[in-house]
């Protein structure tokens, strides 16, 4: 039977509803999902009335990764993270850049089960400091990630996520509270291009958990990728970084990735210079920490003091290549560095 299989496991988060029918809680899509049906991500089920996920522990890539690669650029700043995913996702981007991945539904025999404890094992045998589920959509480990964090926080292992930051709040306080010390969110852009390109997802939700993630205490980096033809005007990239300001404030991160051609987009790689234009505005705009991703060795992926201008971390391609900070204050100036982890 399919609920023997180690794989799937009672879903913490959903309401029953008459009929049978489930409401998913997990992320704010909120399904509506019939008995013996999926919702859209494909990865919950409902069996007689109950909701199961299929993907507790489907193992589809497993990598001890610098954080840098994230990217996390002021927590934990050059440890590494045992990182990990399953298949699926609940958007729907054509420029996905890990698709393969993300556009699978969960059935694949590709998959290996890796027990909570397991996993843990695994990150400490390669002597990793943390523990990352990254490469699609982790929101859909949910459970998984719970137990794995936990067993992970008596090891002393952090626990983070890299993701599109459409979780429902439950979901991201009981993170939180299993052990999930940081979240980076993907800000794909604004209103019009969720609707168009995310089957009506919802841009707000992404602000607002970003925001409640920072009252919680969680570390947040923000990561907008810049893609040719769809959200690189300069208007557009100017009131990402004004809504960035306004609502996490100026301390924290905001990444802006270069685009290269993937899945079903295929356009040029976003050019240098809306790159450079958007680092250069989110800068004299007063964001502190902004950087470019996705082109190894610019000068644009070090981190700078906010206050004198001091390189104060060289990294190259996601390496670190020096440092100068005096633990975490600026070695010229000696201001404090605020979201150093
Ligand atoms: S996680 Fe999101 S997309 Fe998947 S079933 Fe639940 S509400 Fe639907």
């Given at each position: 039977m399919l609920r023997d299989l180690p794989t799937v496991r009672g879903a913490i988060l959903y309401e029953s509803l008459k009929g049978g029918n489930v409401r998913c809680g997990l992320c704010e899509r909120r399904c509506l999902i019939h008995p013996g049906e999926r919702g859209f991500c494909q990865t919950r089920l409902n069996i007689e009335g109950r909701l199961y996920t299929l993907v507790y522990g489907a193992i589809s890539a497993l990598e001890s990764r610098p954080i840098e690669i994230k990217p996390f650029f002021h927590f934990y700043p050059g440890s590494s993270a045992l990182t990990f995913s399953t298949w699926s996702c609940n958007l729907t981007c054509p420029w996905c850049q890990n698709w393969h991945l993300s556009r699978k539904a969960p059935e694949t025999k590709e998959a290996r089960y890796i027990t909570p404890e397991g996993m843990v094992a695994l990150a400490r045998e390669h002597g990793d400091q943390g523990l990352c589920v990254s490469f699609q959509e982790p929101t859909l480990l949910f459970e998984y990630a719970l137990d794995v964090f936990k067993l992970g926080r008596e090891y002393k292992l952090y626990g983070c996520f890299v993701s599109n930051g459409y979780l429902t709040l439950d979901a991201l306080k009981m993170l939180k509270e299993a052990g999930m010390g940081?979240?980076?969110?993907?800000?794909?852009?604004?209103?019009?291009?969720?609707?168009?390109?995310?089957?009506?997802?919802?841009?707000?939700?992404?602000?607002?958990?970003?925001?409640?993630?920072?009252?919680?205490?969680?570390?947040?980096?923000?990561?907008?990728?810049?893609?040719?033809?769809?959200?690189?005007?300069?208007?557009?990239?100017?009131?990402?970084?004004?809504?960035?300001?306004?609502?996490?404030?100026?301390?924290?991160?905001?990444?802006?990735?270069?685009?290269?051609?993937?899945?079903?987009?295929?356009?040029?790689?976003?050019?240098?210079?809306?790159?450079?234009?958007?680092?250069?505005?989110?800068?004299?705009?007063?964001?502190?920490?902004?950087?470019?991703?996705?082109?190894?060795?610019?000068?644009?992926?070090?981190?700078?003091?906010?206050?004198?201008?001091?390189?104060?971390?060289?990294?190259?391609?996601?390496?670190?290549?020096?440092?100068?900070?005096?633990?975490?204050?600026?070695?010229?100036?000696?201001r404090e560095l605020e979201t150093i982890v």
């Open positions: 940081a979240i980076n969110i993907d800000i794909k852009g604004d209103e019009e291009l969720y609707r168009v390109y995310l089957k009506g997802a919802k841009e707000e939700v992404i602000w607002r958990n970003a925001q409640a993630a920072k009252e919680m205490g969680l570390h947040v980096e923000m990561i907008h990728l810049i893609v040719t033809g769809l959200n690189d005007k300069k208007d557009k990239i100017e009131r990402l970084i004004k809504k960035h300001l306004g609502t996490l404030g100026p301390e924290t991160p905001l990444h802006f990735t270069r685009y290269f051609p993937a899945y079903d987009y295929h356009q040029q790689p976003t050019s240098i210079g809306i790159m450079e234009f958007a680092y250069e505005t989110a800068r004299d705009a007063g964001i502190y920490y902004p950087y470019l991703g996705n082109i190894p060795g610019h000068r644009y992926e070090n981190t700078y003091c906010p206050s004198c201008g001091t390189l104060l971390i060289e990294r190259s391609g996601y390496q670190i290549r020096g440092k100068w900070l005096k633990g975490k204050q600026c070695p010229r100036c000696q």
